[in-house]
Every structure is written in C-alpha cells, then in structure tokens.
C-alpha cells in the first residue's frame, strides 16, 4: 500500500514543488512579514493579498504531539505508532506533520528538529516529516 500523493491546488503549488527539491517554501506577506502556513491568497495576520514565496531553514522545534496506535489510515499503518506533530519553525509559525526515527518516549516538548522529506514516488513527489537533530 502507497502512502497518498498530495494533489497540489493552484494556491499550495509552490509548497509541494520546493519539497521536490528538498527545499521548504512558505508564503510571507509582503506588508507586514507574517508567515502564512498553510498557504492561501491572503494575509491572515492583515488582509494583503501581496504575498512571496519564500525558503525557510528547516529548523523547528516540537510544539505538540500525540501518539497515534491505532493508524489514522491504513496506509499510515507503517512505522507504527503515528507520532504525530504540530511543530513550530523557526520562523514563528506552525505545522502539522509528523516525527520519524523518535520513539514516541522521547518525544519532549520543545526538542530541536530537522526536516525530513520523505518521497513519495517516483516522480519525485515528497511529504515533510520531522526528526531530532542529531546532537
Ligand atoms: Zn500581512
């Protein structure tokens, strides 16, 4: 069984495609700077419209968690359990996704992460995923 391949939407294209390349892009509002994950035409911090893509580090530290055991689809069965995760980038803002290669024990609030791409198939198509920075 394959894990799902996101299908972009005209708004969230340039997300899926930096994650092709290994780079993570996020929309950032050209009037007042906030971060805008997920993506979408507007600033929901001031309402502008006048938003660009930009890369951003990678580095993120663990907000939230939760251990899923039993999985959220049948795809998702492997690895088991789900760590799933809201974690912080830091560039301020947030997102959902989940840890690999953490034992749920040593998951810890405010642990540094480091982005992991996992590819999805042979187009090159990736999801983001976290793991601890190695230290
Ligand atoms: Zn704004």
Known sequence: MHTPVPRPTSISQPFWDG????RIVVPRC?????????????CPHCCST???WRQVSGRATL?????????TLPVFAQPAPQ???I???????NMNS???GVEPDAMRIGMALQPVFDLLDDS???RLLFTAVDT
């Open 30 to 42: 050209d009037h007042c700077d906030g971060w805008i994950f997920y993506p979408r035409r507007h």
């Open 124 to 126: 090159g198509a990736a």
């Open 98 to 100: 989940a840890l690999v």
């Open 19 to 22: 994650l092709r390349h290994r």
């Open 87 to 93: 974690v912080t980038l830091a560039e301020g803002f």
């Open 63 to 71: 907000c939230s968690f939760t251990i899923a055991r039993i999985p």
């Open 50 to 52: 006048a938003l660009t």
């Open 83 to 85: 760590n799933l995760a």
